[in-house]
């Protein structure tokens, strides 16, 4: 019965919660319209969903999350930084193509969404087999160092978060 009422708990529960937090005001009425949208997005769109993603929230998706953030955080200030003390003709932008491991669309799209919500990053393009994404970096001195980088940092977790 639960899991036809509520086929995606978590997406329901992000659904809630984003809700909630736009609204800016915690009333019945807001909380009311948050629990029907995380219920009803999900049952509508859940035969878009034929295979679940099999997530694991645990210490690996937390530690995910903590360096997300801090990457984040430290890239908004380099950026800062290279925008105030740098000319255009002295950045060293580069596509990057960066192969993937992932197989699972949505382990892919959190990787893509990771790169793009880091400053100085942008996810473009992803293969038609779905083992490599395109990414344009602002300023890369070494772009093999850049996708080993981003390999080793982001990829190797969520490999754990989504097995």
């Known amino acids: 019965m639960t899991r036809r009422l509520l086929p995606h708990p978590a997406l329901s529960v992000l659904l809630v919660a984003v809700w ?3 609204v800016n005001e915690l009333t019945f009425g807001a909380l009311f319209l948050a629990l029907a949208f995380g219920v009803l997005v999900p049952l509508v769109t859940s035969r878009f969903w034929p295979d679940r993603p099999r997530i694991r929230f645990g210490p690996d998706a937390a530690a995910y999350v903590a360096i997300v953030l801090f990457d984040i955080i430290v ?3 380099q950026i800062a930084w ?6 255009n003709r002295d950045l060293r932008s580069h596509w990057l193509v960066i192969p993937t491991e992932l197989r ?3 382990a892919i799209t959190v990787l893509a969404g990771t790169i793009s919500l880091t400053p100085g990053t942008v996810s473009s393009d992803i293969s038609s087999d779905g083992r490599a994404l ?4 602002l300023d890369v001195a070494d772009p093999v160092a850049e996708v080993a980088r981003i390999k080793q940092r982001y990829e190797t977790r969520l490999l754990k978060v989504f097995r």
């Not at 290279?82 to 000319?87: D, G, H, K, P, V």
């Not at 395109?134 to 970096?137: M, P």
């Open 134 to 137: 395109l990414v344009h970096a």
């Open 104 to 106: 699972s669309a949505e």
């Open 82 to 87: 290279i925008i105030l003390t740098r000319r």
């Open 20 to 22: 909630m937090l736009l």
């Open 75 to 77: 890239a908004n200030f």
